[in-house]
Every structure is written in C-alpha cells, then in structure tokens.
C-alpha cells in the first residue's frame, strides 16, 4: 500500500513539474495548480483517498500526501515569482524600446488651393524677372476701379463689368487693374509690378462665371516698351506654366485703359494646336486681355507718357487654373469640393503642382 501511494506521489509530482514546464503567464500557473491541488486533480484525489488506508496507517499516509503537496504547492509559489519577474522585465524593456524623440505618424496636410498654386507660381516666373508683387483693396473706390482707368462715370464700358455697388459708395474692385494707378502713384516710372487678387462681378453663377475669382495684373513701364515686350512675357510665362512650349496670337480686345487693346490667345494646351472641344476645335483658346497702357491711365498715375510706354495685362488666374488642371466648373473651385484640390511639390519654399 505505501509503495503505490509512493509511486502514486511521484507521478503527481511529474505532473506537476510539467505542468510548470508548461505554463507561460501567471494565470495559466494558477490555473494548473488549482486543477492539481482540487478534489479532481489527481493530488486532491490522493488526499481524499487517506480515508481508505487502514486507520494505523492513515496518519503516516496523511503526512506524507501533505508533504507533498506542501513541496508542490511550493514549487508553484516559484515558478509564479519566476514569471512575475520576466513580466516586469518585458515590460520594462517595452518602455525603454519607446523613443519619444522619434516622429509621429505622418497626418496628412492638405495642400494649396489650385487658384493659389497658379498664383504662386506666376508670381514666381515673373519675380525672376524683377516684377515685385504689390496689393491693393478689395473694397475699391470708383475713382481707381474706373476713373482712373480711362472709364468716366457716363462710358458704355462700365456697363462690361456688372458692379457690386456698396452703401458707402464704394465698390467691390472688378478687376485687378485698380492696381495699375496705385503703384504708378506710388512707385513711379520705371517699375514692373504684379498684383494677384480676388475680383467681384454681379454675374449670375454657370459653369464658367462666378461672381468671386482671382485675376493677376501685371504691369511693366519704362522707356520704349513695346508689344514685342509684351508677347514675349506672355509667352514666357504661358511657358513655364504649362510646361511646354506655346504658341500665341494677338486679336483686338477693346479696354479703355490699353490702346491698342489686345486679346491674347495661346495654342491649345490639350491639343497642342490640332483642334478638339476644348478650343472648340480651332487650336486656339483665349488666356488673357493685355494691351499698351493708354497715355491717359499714366497721365492719371503721374508718368510721362511722352518718356514712358508700358504694356499691362489681367491674367484671370481661376481660368488659369481651370486650364492647367482640367477642372471643367468653375463652381468646383469655390465649393470646398476637395476633389478640386490638388498635391503641390514644394520648391522655392512655394508650393507647386507635382509635374504633369
Ligand atoms: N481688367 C481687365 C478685365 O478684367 C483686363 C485687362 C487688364 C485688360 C489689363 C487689359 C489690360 O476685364
């Protein structure tokens, strides 16, 4: 009887040490210790088996299960503090392993709005070859919006440009061309300016009128300026926008202030001159209005027009834009439609559009 209750014990004890063996977490060690040590598990077996020793016997026997389970219950004591201490280190190492210095996840920015990306880049091209970028106000004075421009309160040609009239007898500016007489005014002959801003026309909305965009003016004046002055910065700047080389013609184009007045067309950039819908097949789409300032617009800003010529020209930057990313409603710019947005390359500290 003794003998078997001795083998009996060190198969308990083997299991219990595979048990040990086995278990990777601390829960699972409690686990297999309570399933050994319970009324099922095969050393609770052993001790509730005292009983049926015979009664000289069962204290002895009883010891001997008890010590047992006491060098059991101990070794799994043992293990537990093993395993509590790979935790901590694991967890230590863990905390060590996160570097707070390093970068977080990359959020993507956004980028520029397509009109301000033109934008940026124009003034670029132009600022290499010395125009400055100057401001002016978006709530206008009849004086600079019109007068100033050769256009007197009675001329047919204030009725081109639908006004926002304001109760403070200001308007929202129509053009960007107001500009032209504040820098003459302010910076004088000679001077190269560029001047980008938000432009404002009473016109009912379509796919290609709004009543917000953005125009660029530019403005070179200084000793025999001449079309050939300005056919060459245009085409330069058409250029270096679109990234090809382009072709341009010049039709008449009333303006009061320019004369002669021009308008500018450039081969067509999706065709490249052979003809498709978006230059209604003729090669050709109108880009910008430009002309030879008028003597009466340099007399108004202070300039000699007997010394100085110069050329001007109003780029519409929300029709540039259209044409340079394809976007077909002008509606799309000014909704908030993020599809209109696009991925710029920064250069220059600017951003500009990935290569197309
Ligand atoms: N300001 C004119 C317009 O918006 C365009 C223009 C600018 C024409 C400069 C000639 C020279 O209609």
Same mark, same amino acid.
């Given at each position: 009887?003794?003998?078997?209750?001795?083998? $009996?014990?060190?198969?308990? @004890?083997? #299991? &219990?040490?595979?048990?040990? %063996?086995?278990?990777?977490?601390? /829960?699972?060690?409690?686990?297999?210790?309570?399933?050994?040590?319970?009324?099922?598990?095969?050393?609770?077996?052993?001790?509730?088996?005292?009983?049926?020793?015979?009664?000289?016997?069962?204290?002895?026997?009883?010891?001997?299960?008890?010590?047992?389970?006491?060098?059991?219950?101990?070794?799994?004591?043992?293990?537990?503090?093993?395993?509590?201490?790979?935790?901590?280190?694991?967890?230590?190492?863990?905390?060590?392993?996160?570097?707070?210095?390093?970068?977080?996840?990359?959020?993507?920015?956004?980028?520029?709005?397509?009109?301000?990306?033109?934008?940026?880049?124009?003034?670029?091209?132009?600022?290499?070859?010395?125009?400055?970028?100057?401001?002016?106000?978006?709530? $206008?004075?009849?004086?600079? @919006?019109? #007068? &100033?421009?050769?256009?007197? %309160?009675?001329?047919?040609?204030? /009725?081109?440009?639908?006004?926002?009239?304001?109760?403070?007898?200001?308007?929202?500016?129509?053009?960007?061309?107001?500009?032209?007489?504040?820098?003459?005014?302010?910076?004088?002959?000679?001077?190269?300016?560029?001047?980008?801003?938000?432009?404002?026309?009473?016109?009912?909305?379509?796919?290609?009128?709004?009543?917000?965009?953005?125009?660029?003016?530019?403005?070179?004046?200084?000793?025999?300026?001449?079309?050939?002055?300005?056919?060459?910065?245009?085409?330069?700047?058409?250029?270096?926008?679109?990234?090809?080389?382009?072709?341009?013609?010049?039709?008449?184009?009333?303006?009061?202030?320019?004369?002669?007045?021009?308008?500018?067309?450039?081969?067509?950039?999706?065709?490249?001159?052979?003809?498709?819908?978006?230059?209604?097949?003729?090669?050709?789409?109108?880009?910008?209005?430009?002309?030879?300032?008028?003597?009466?617009?340099?007399?108004?800003?202070?300039?000699?027009?007997?010394?100085?010529?110069?050329?001007?020209?109003?780029?519409?930057?929300?029709?540039?834009?259209?044409?340079?990313?394809?976007?077909?409603?002008?509606?799309?710019?000014?909704?908030?439609?993020?599809?209109?947005?696009?991925?710029?390359?920064?250069?220059?500290?600017?951003?500009?559009?990935?290569?197309?």
């Amino acid at each position: 009887m003794i003998e078997e209750l001795t083998d $009996e014990l060190r198969k308990v @004890n083997e #299991e &219990a040490q595979r048990l040990i %063996a086995a278990a990777k977490s601390v /829960d699972e060690l409690r686990v297999a210790e309570s399933r050994l040590t319970g009324k099922q598990g095969s050393l609770g077996k052993l001790l509730g088996s005292i009983g049926k020793f015979p009664p000289e016997q069962r204290g002895a026997v009883g010891k001997e299960i008890n010590q047992a389970k006491a060098a059991i219950v101990e070794q799994f004591a043992a293990a537990r503090a093993r395993l509590e201490q790979t935790a901590d280190k694991a967890a230590a190492t863990a905390a060590q392993t996160y570097d707070p210095t390093l970068p977080g996840p990359v959020v993507p920015r956004g980028s520029v709005h397509p009109v301000t990306a033109v934008q940026w880049e124009v003034e670029d091209i132009l600022s290499r070859l010395g125009f400055v970028v100057v401001g002016g106000p978006e709530m $206008e004075t009849e004086y600079y @919006n019109f #007068e &100033a421009l050769n256009i007197p %309160a009675m001329h047919p040609a204030r /009725d081109m440009q639908d006004t926002f009239w304001l109760d403070n007898g200001r308007l929202l500016r129509t053009h960007t061309s107001p500009c032209q007489v504040r820098a003459m005014e302010r910076l004088s002959a000679p001077l190269r300016i560029i001047s980008p801003g938000r432009c404002f026309r009473y016109e009912t909305e379509d796919a290609s009128h709004a009543n917000t965009f953005f125009q660029l003016e530019g403005l070179m004046i200084d000793r025999n300026i001449s079309i050939a002055n300005l056919i060459a910065v245009m085409k330069l700047v058409l250029e270096q926008v679109f990234h090809r080389d382009v072709k341009v013609r010049l039709r008449p184009g009333f303006f009061p202030f320019v004369e002669p007045g021009f308008e500018l067309d450039m081969s067509c950039a999706i065709c490249g001159g052979s003809g498709c819908p978006t230059c209604k097949r003729s090669g050709w789409v109108e880009i910008l209005p430009c002309g030879m300032v008028h003597p009466n617009v340099l007399r108004f800003g202070g300039i000699d027009s007997r010394e100085y010529t110069g050329f001007a020209f109003g780029l519409g930057l929300t029709r540039l834009a259209m044409m340079k990313y394809g976007v077909r409603d002008i509606r799309a710019l000014n909704a908030g439609d993020l599809r209109a947005i696009i991925r710029p390359e920064r250069r220059n500290g600017r951003a500009i559009i990935a290569k197309d």
